[in-house]
């Protein structure tokens, strides 16, 4: 292991560690289609392969030490900010936590000012049925409009000129646990949105709403009978396992389907080559998985589906009965690699349960499936048929705890967004460390409460570092290289074709890192902790700006958002006792800053 001495400052709380199992020369420049780059950053991921890759290179591996602020602007609160910025026509959009303010503001201009403020006033009730912090993870621009979603489940779009309402559709209930905090996903008349709740027993949903007018065009369930979940003469799953009528209900006790969570709060993609979107669904809920035998379809595995019409094509699951809270919801990449000399259509995921799965968009299948992290829950995924080997003495249980199962309810990596650079062909991944001991326990449904059913402490896995950022190689499936963080890393990546790569850390360091080799390059500490997702944007000065949101909190970060008590280590579902030194290096905050060259 290399000691590496990082960016500009000497400060003991940015010293971190790199790995390097590769080097730069491996770096094979990635020979698919990439989307069109205008400089502007539309929605969360950028483009609809999920990829978070800017083609602006002006600020590179030889000038990064010389970014400086180029201004900043406040939210005015100290909840999680995990948003995104959007860039159009020369103004960036910015939504916050609950309240879910969009603001808009003036790039044209001196420091940005703003040019209006948009408040959808969402209840005040919905902050109590938010598991996780009251956050929320950006919009989406089409059609002149801004398109997000609100903490009380509503989905709001807003005339991007003049910032007045144009439609407002309700599509959940907070009496039922049911809340909303994914950025939408636009494609071609949709508006494409998403349930949270896993953990107080919500029936999960994805929706698609016609962007002109809000109405509902079509609802896919996660659990139930095939005609909720759209599934029809279409449906052809790889795998058996995965084929049978009425699934969502045979695989589930009889009536737990109905309040059996796999909510949708994560990301989608979309591949216009075969008009499927493609999405993975949340943990079954409770959390006690002896509470409810069975497979638990449709939870915790990705839907195929036709945009148009939301008919699910195929389905695989990751985690059958998942007994850890390994959501499936992150990020899947749009990617044609070569496999074995063949380039195959795939998407790149890296799952919760600790693999990073290269699989097939066109048929589900999985094509490789490599551990990125410590994992002691699971032996493996069989590649013949695709089913992920349990470890039996790790499984929780009643009376019991049940002790070093790694990773976490959070797993390898959660829904902090990797990128992709075409310049070396490898994905960065940020992620965390970290292992749990838990027990059942027994748990009645009660609509609009926590529905979970374990006793849980997390703390960090080997090594004592909580946090990573990886480079992966997705076509030789391993890991190039890795830098150590003392927290999780839970904030996005962005690549450029400056061949850098921007994160944050829960610490409050912004930094560059060179995309080739792993070297961070440069660092600013911001006033809080950051959980954001980064982006790179043209101004209309010509000039490539970085911008990044700070704010701790999210899961990772609500003993510190929360004011939680640290001496407790079950609480924030046992995220405190591993997030315990965060309040000693960080506090609350909302402050997006702006970075460019002088």
Not at 348 to 361: K, L, S
Not at 500 to 512: H, I, P, R
């Amino acid at each position: 292991m290399l000691s590496l001495a990082v960016g500009c400052s000497k400060d003991k709380s940015s010293q971190q560690q790199l790995t390097q199992q590769g080097n730069a020369s491996s770096a094979h420049a990635y020979q698919g289609k990439l989307e069109p780059d205008d400089g502007q950053w539309i929605r969360p991921a950028k483009d609809l392969a999920s990829l978070r890759y800017s083609t602006l290179d002006q600020i590179n591996t030889g000038n990064v030490k010389n970014l400086k602020v180029a201004w900043t602007f406040s939210t005015g609160l100290d909840r999680g900010h995990e948003a995104a910025p959007l860039v159009v026509n020369n103004t960036m959009y910015i939504v916050t936590p609950w309240p879910n303010m969009l603001y808009a503001l003036d790039l044209t201009q001196p420091g940005a000012p703003m040019k209006w403020q948009y408040n959808p006033r969402p209840s005040t009730s919905s902050k109590g049925v938010a598991c996780c912090d009251v956050v929320n993870r950006g919009a989406a621009y089409a059609d002149g409009k801004i398109f997000y979603n609100t903490l009380d489940n509503f989905t709001v779009a807003v005339d991007a000129e003049k910032g007045t309402e144009v439609w407002r559709t309700k599509l959940g209930d907070i009496n039922r646990g049911e809340s909303v905090t994914m950025a939408p996903l636009v494609v071609k008349d949709k508006v494409l949105v998403g349930n949270s709740g896993g953990e107080f027993g919500i029936r999960g949903w994805l929706t698609a709403l016609d962007t002109k007018s809000g109405k509902v065009v079509w609802r896919a369930y996660h659990t139930g009978p095939d005609k909720d979940v759209l599934i029809g003469p279409n449906f052809h799953p790889y795998y058996p396992q995965d084929r049978g009528q009425d699934l969502g209900v045979k695989s589930w006790p009889p009536d737990a389907w109905k309040v059996g969570g796999a909510g949708m709060w994560g990301w989608i993609s979309y591949d216009p080559e075969t008009n499927l979107i493609f999405y993975g669904t949340a943990n079954p809920g409770p959390w006690n998985a002896e509470m409810r035998p069975g497979q638990n379809k449709w939870a915790a595995g990705i839907f195929a589906r036709d945009v148009d019409t939301g008919e699910a094509k195929w389905f695989y699951q990751y985690s059958p009965h998942d007994e850890f809270d390994y959501d499936a919801v992150n990020e899947n990449l749009i990617l044609d690699l070569p496999i074995n000399g063949q380039t195959r259509k795939v998407l790149a995921h890296p799952e919760r349960n600790g693999y990073f799965y290269i699989m097939d968009r066109t048929t589900g299948q999985v094509l490789s499936a490599n551990p990125y992290g410590h994992i002691t829950s699971t032996h493996g995924v069989d590649l013949k048929t695709g089913e992920l080997q349990y470890v039996e003495e790790k499984k929780p249980r009643f009376g019991a705890v049940v002790r070093d199962i790694c990773p976490a309810p959070p797993g390898v990596k959660d829904w902090q967004p990797s990128s992709f650079s075409p310049r070396t062909g490898w994905i960065y991944i940020p992620h965390q460390n970290l292992c749990m001991d838990e027990e059942d326990l027994d748990v009645n449904y009660i609509a609009g409460t926590p529905y979970v059913g374990t006793n849980t402490r997390m703390y960090a896995g080997p090594g004592g570092n909580e946090g990573r950022l990886t480079a992966w190689d997705p076509i030789q499936n391993k890991m190039v290289w890795e830098l150590q963080e003392k927290f999780p890393v839970w904030s996005g990546t962005v690549t450029t074709a400056g061949d850098l790569v921007f994160y944050g850390t829960l610490e409050g360091w912004f930094k560059a890192v060179d995309a080739k080799t792993g070297n961070v390059l440069w660092q600013f500490k911001t006033g809080s902790g950051i959980i954001g997702q980064p982006i790179s944007y043209r101004g209309p000065d010509g000039k490539q700006y970085i911008a990044v949101l700070s704010g701790v909190g999210g899961w990772v970060g609500a003993i510190v958002s929360g004011g939680l008590d640290a001496r407790d280590p079950t609480a924030a579902l046992g995220f405190a006792n591993a997030s315990r030194d965060l309040p000693k290096v960080t506090s609350k905050g909302g402050m997006l800053y702006v970075f460019s060259l002088p």
